[in-house]
């Protein structure tokens, strides 16, 4: 008898411990209601997987799943039906689907709101989607086929931190103060591979993370970064910008720690900010590097060693360039922290 007991309990215990604290009767009722075409590990009931099954619609979700999996189906519909007993959703994968604007079900995104993060790239959309969850914190539409983004389509959204637009239509009238309305707390954004041909306009302050790499963007207004004061990242890779584009001192911000320009037609190193670690300037057109004309601190500031306006330039890359060798000495003299310049 007590050996039944002991056998008893500690299935028990196993049972808690593999429900991950979500109550047995919906521990029971997440696995029975899992559907056949899915994967609802046992010792991980809030997990559904559905990904690369060919699926063509959205099975019936379990009404306990926290993550969902359905990338890599050919799902034409986000189906609000499918998705209408699984209210408590954080984190939807929907990557590599064949949704287009007509495939979102009204009311099918605004059902989950609980959500976090919304991954739906690689899909069909042509316009970025009305009636987010106003919870999300991350939404990635990459590779869609994305021109539009509707007015106050972010209006409330103020906890997303990354918006991932990459490998899209965007053109310059597309991104602008009334289609961001509302990111208040963007960290993130990404508006590489689109057909930008100026800086995009409307970012909000709080916008630390800048790629807009491939794009035809070929100048910079001078008092461009004043509204964005936290830029810390900035890649502008693949364009066309030119020294004329480039006022002097256009990348003089405070906290911008790296800046890539790589593949663009420079033909003279830009400003270089006191507080830059890292910078890209390969494959432009720089013929020559005048250490003492690119110092952004005096000559005095750098005989001091411990003195705290030592430019932090840590990683420079001129490759691709045709500088000949060897690297002034002017250089090393100025950025005394620099590990490593390609040249
Ligand atoms: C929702 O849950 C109810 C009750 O368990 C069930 O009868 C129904 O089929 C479920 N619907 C979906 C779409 O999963
Ligand atoms: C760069 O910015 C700093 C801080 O705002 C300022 O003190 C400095 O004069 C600027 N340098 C140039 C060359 O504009
Ligand atoms: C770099 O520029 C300064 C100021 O324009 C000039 O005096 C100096 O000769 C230049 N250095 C080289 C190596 O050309
Ligand atoms: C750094 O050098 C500058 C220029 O010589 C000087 O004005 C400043 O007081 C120095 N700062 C420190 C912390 O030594």
Redesign the pocket.
């Known amino acids: 008898m007590s050996l039944l007991l002991g056998v008893f309990s500690a299935f028990c215990l196993l049972g808690a411990a593999l429900s991950q604290d979500m109550p047995y009767e919906d521990y029971l009722a997440q696995i029975q209601a899992c559907p056949s075409e899915c994967h609802c590990p046992r010792n991980f009931p809030s997990s559904v997987y559905c990904d690369n099954k060919g699926l063509k619609r959205i099975p019936k979700i379990p009404p306990h799943t926290l993550y969902l999996y359905l990338q890599n189906n050919l799902i034409e519909v986000l189906s609000k039906e499918a998705l209408s007993n699984a209210t408590k959703l954080r984190w939807v994968n929907v990557n590599r689907n064949r949704i287009t604007d007509g495939g979102l079900e009204e009311g099918a995104l605004g059902a989950m709101p609980q959500l976090l993060q919304l991954y739906m790239s690689d899909n069909l959309l042509t316009s970025v989607p009305v009636g987010l969850p106003r919870s999300l914190e991350q939404l990635q539409l990459s590779r869609n086929r994305i021109s539009k983004i509707p007015a106050g389509v972010f209006s409330g959204m103020d906890q997303l931190s990354l918006l991932d637009l990459q490998g899209n239509k965007l053109m310059d009238d597309a991104v602008t103060e009334v289609s961001l309305k509302g990111l208040s707390g963007l960290v993130q954004m990404n508006l590489a591979k689109n057909q930008l041909s100026s800086m995009p306009t409307g970012l909000p302050p709080s916008t630390t993370q800048l790629f807009l790499d491939g794009n035809n963007i070929e100048g910079i207004p001078s008092e461009y970064f004043k509204g964005l004061p936290k830029v810390a990242f900035l890649r502008l890779n693949r364009n066309k910008l030119s020294n004329g584009g480039v006022p002097r001192n256009v990348f003089n911000l405070s906290n911008i720690l790296e800046l890539q320009l790589s593949h663009n037609q420079l033909t003279e190193v830009p400003f270089i900010a006191q507080g830059l670690e890292h910078l890209h300037l390969d494959h432009n057109r720089i013929k020559s590097v005048n250490g003492s004309n690119i110092c952004p601190?005096?000559a005095?500031?750098l005989?001091?060693y411990?003195?705290?306006?030592t430019p932090k330039l840590r990683y420079l890359r001129l490759d691709g360039n045709g500088i000949p060798p060897p690297i002034p000495r002017d250089v090393v003299t100025c950025f005394r922290l620099l590990r490593s310049i390609v040249i």
């Not at 411990?306 to 306006?309: G, I, L």
């Open positions: 601190v005096s005095e500031a005989e001091d411990a003195n705290e306006s």
